[in-house]
């Protein structure tokens, strides 16, 4: 069982705030993923959540138990740390075993344990190297196999791949994706991706300046966002925000198209423009159009098409994908 | 691309190096050449360098004049005692500083440095007088006290460079891991720790081997290290370069056999976090 729930939770260091009041329900068995630009408190939160921090106020709740006060090997909840924290003078073994050594688990079990750890993660060849001689896929895995090994209620990821290059990043996303599934073991993780936001959560928690913007599945998310902010920091590349009289002719105060869904066109309807950039991708063309007073917009367009800078274009939104937010920049429903 | 370098450089730089390395070995070299020559020979002019007429009678007489391994076990025991009790002191001192800090610690560290800055001389008279009311003078405990305080600062600086070093992170994954902060101490830290740990004790110990001023000063006899012993060759009727020789070549010998032996460690651990 892995049910974690946060009330009220607030954390200030000294006079400054660092979340303010957050309300959470994670379910069992679910991945959960917090994002939000650097400084938006999605780490604290984490570390709130694992112990390693205090909160100033409000309860969080472990299958119904608070725990804030309980210390954080006791919550039953194992971290992978960003710099993996793997400890360096011990080998794979060693690293793994660790936490189970601390609890005191018969050295037979223990290496039982171990040894099917290692061999999930494909690190049964490595178990007597030091961390040093592994490369930073290798170190990735053992950060995870120590957090398996102890069967914990919750993982807790701490941006565990943004020290690995491009490619080995989309593998270890799909790796612990699909581990999380067959341990059915509830997961948070924190990121600043969005991309890995979206491919990996079950819901994703929006944060910002310490406080929670949306929590919702990826597509929610994506299909209803619930203010500027959310519509802005999910999507890629982001929402085309239009104010002014185009918004108004949508009784809104601010318009928002995502650029896939504005239509290209060359006839005298829709939006004017020009193009300034080009991108082309084979499989996408993105154009950044200089649309004069709107600003400019940015489209994609699955395929090729045939534009270059300085060509003339005719933008027009599709109107049912549309979003429209009042002044205080939240979500119109109609 | 790497830097190209002619056979020709590298010959020259070699050259080189082993002549500063010469230069700088070559006083002990005398001194320890001396030691085996007789008084008169090493005053020799044009002095000789390897033909002349070796003897060991010098330490035969450094030994039976004045008691080289009493001095030798006092320096060991000053050396040590000094070394043991500042580690005791400066590993909580570093570890709260490196891993609590609060807003005055950086207040504390520099503060601490400024204390070498002052000449020792200048509060030579105020200890001294301590240290006769307190009856420690000449007391290898009075030494071990005021060398482990003269090295204080600098032990605490360096094992809290060390401690800096390791990262938060693996304290924190062992917390996750259930460890207390003993068994952090014990499985995580201390062993992270060791080459740092084990550098400081060296240079502490090498700095309390040498120190001569304090001992020089607060001691005879019965507590006399190694310093004193030397210093006793250079006497007003005039010095006995071959005795003198003979009894620093002694009084050098421990330090130099320990150095050889941990050289990579104290090199290691000086440069320890300079390279990634």
């Known amino acids: ?334 | 691309m790497a830097r190209k370098v002619s056979p020709r450089r590298i010959w020259v730089s070699t050259g080189a190096a082993w002549f500063f390395g010469f230069l700088i070995f070559l006083p002990i070299l005398w001194m320890f050449l001396t030691s085996f020559k007789t008084e008169l020979e090493a005053f020799a002019m044009p002095p000789t360098f390897l033909f002349f007429h070796w003897t060991t009678e010098n330490y035969a007489t450094v030994q039976s004049r004045s008691d080289y391994f009493h001095h030798a076990l006092n320096s060991f025991i000053i050396a040590g005692g000094s070394t043991l009790v500042a580690m005791l002191i400066a590993v909580p001192a570093a570890w709260s500083m490196a891993f609590a800090p609060t807003r005055r610690t950086k207040d504390v560290l520099l503060w601490m440095l400024s204390t070498k800055m002052m000449p020792p001389v200048g509060v030579l008279v105020p200890i001294y007088l301590i240290y006769r009311d307190l009856g420690i003078l000449d007391t290898r405990a009075g030494l071990i006290v005021i060398l482990c305080l003269g090295n204080l600062p600098i032990v605490i600086w360096m094992l809290f460079t060390y401690f800096k070093e390791i990262p938060k992170d693996i304290l924190e994954a062992a917390r996750m891991d259930g460890a207390t902060i003993g068994r952090e101490l014990v499985y995580v830290l201390t062993p992270m720790a060791v080459p740092g740990l084990a550098s400081t004790m060296l240079l502490n110990f090498i700095l309390a081997w040498n120190e001569a001023f304090w001992t020089l000063n607060l001691s005879t006899i019965d507590a006399a290290p190694l310093t004193v012993f030397i210093a006793s060759y250079s006497s007003p009727e005039g010095l006995f370069w071959a005795k003198l020789s003979a009894a620093s070549t002694l009084a050098i010998a421990p330090i130099i056999v320990l150095g050889w032996f941990s050289q990579r460690q104290l090199v290691r651990g000086l440069t320890f976090g300079a390279v990634k």
Not at chain 1, 75 to 84: A, I, K, N, T, W
Not at chain 1, 289 to 317: F, I, N, Q, W
Request: charged share 20%; glycine share 10%.
């Open chain 1, 1 to 334: 069982m892995g049910q974690i729930t946060l009330q009220g939770v607030r954390k200030s260091f000294g006079p400054v705030n660092i979340i303010k009041d957050a309300n959470l329900d994670i379910e069992n068995g679910s991945f959960v993923v917090f994002v939000g630009p650097s400084g938006c408190g999605k780490t604290t939160l984490l570390r709130l959540i694992a112990g390693l921090e205090d909160v100033t106020g409000g309860q969080i709740l472990i299958d119904g138990r608070n725990v804030v006060d309980v210390p954080p090997a006791k919550r039953g909840l194992s971290m992978v740390f960003q710099s993996y924290a793997l400890y360096p003078h011990m080998s794979v073994r060693g690293n793994i075993a660790f936490g189970l050594k601390m609890a005191g688990l018969p050295r037979a079990e223990i290496d039982r344990k171990v040894e099917a750890a290692a061999a999930t993660l494909n690190l049964t060849p490595y178990l007597d190297r030091k961390p040093r001689e592994l490369s930073g896929g290798q170190r990735q895995r053992v950060a995870i196999g120590r957090a398996i090994v102890r069967e914990p209620k919750a993982f807790l990821f701490d941006e565990p791949l943004s020290n690995l290059d491009a490619a080995l990043r989309v593998q270890m996303r799909m790796e612990v994706t699909k581990l999380q599934k067959q341990l059915a073991t509830t997961a948070v993780y924190v990121t600043h991706d969005q991309v890995e936001a979206m491919t990996m959560a079950d819901k994703i928690v929006v944060l910002n300046a310490g406080g929670i913007e949306q929590y919702g599945s990826p597509l929610e998310l994506y299909e209803r966002p619930a203010n500027l902010f959310v519509a802005g920091f999910i999507g890629s590349p982001r929402m085309n925000f239009v104010s002014g009289e185009a918004a108004a002719r949508h009784g809104a105060v601010t318009i928002g198209i995502r650029p896939e869904h504005l239509k290209i066109g060359q006839e005298a309807e829709g939006w004017p423009g020009t193009v300034s950039v080009a991108e082309h991708l084979g499989s996408d063309t993105f154009l950044y159009v200089d649309a004069g007073k709107l600003g400019m917009l940015t489209c994609r367009y699955v395929g090729e098409l045939d534009l270059k800078a300085g060509d003339r274009v005719s933008l027009s939104p599709d109107p049912a994908r549309l979003h429209r937010f009042d002044k205080e920049g939240m979500a119109m429903r109609a």
